[in-house]
Nanobody, 126 residues
Framework: QVQLVESGGGQVQAGGSLRLSCAAS????????VGWFRQDPGKEREFVSA????????YYSDSVKGRFTISKDNAKNTVFLQMNNLKPEDTALYYC???????????????????WGQGTQVTVSS
């Protein structure tokens, strides 16, 4: 199994920034990529961003492109999500998840991820 622990959530005003972390442990060699998803109550969990461990290739949803940056520290098995220029519509519970697939065409698909963290809350006030 792969254990994932998110941290860094909080409450900020619109235009502010937060940096989320996702620390992976356990059978991390089974993980090819880490993705970030978010979910607001009553809505579907949506893809935000993903990064592949081996080559650092990154992927973003259109709604966060240009504002969010995903990065990784292989030595620490940790993935970061730098979120700038936050908007009230970014408010959600943010989850990181591990995908065993190298093929990036699957990264936007929630069902492709086999391990999930517990989530960290991000609240952006206007």
């Amino acid at each position: 199994q792969v254990q994932l622990v998110e941290s860094g959530g909080g409450q900020v005003q619109a235009g502010g920034s937060l940096r989320l972390s996702c620390a992976a442990s356990g059978r991390t060699f089974t993980s090819s990529a880490v993705g970030w998803f978010r979910q607001d109550p009553g809505k579907e969990r949506e893809f935000v961003s993903a990064i592949r461990w081996s080559d650092g290739n990154t992927y973003y949803s259109d709604s966060v492109k240009g504002r969010f940056t995903i990065s990784k520290d292989n030595a620490k098995n940790t993935v970061f999500l730098q979120m700038n220029n936050l908007k009230p519509e970014d408010t959600a519970l943010y989850y990181c998840a591990s995908s065993p697939r190298y093929d990036s065409s699957w990264y936007r698909t929630r069902a492709d991820y086999d391990y999930w963290g517990q989530g960290t809350q991000v609240t952006v006030s206007s």
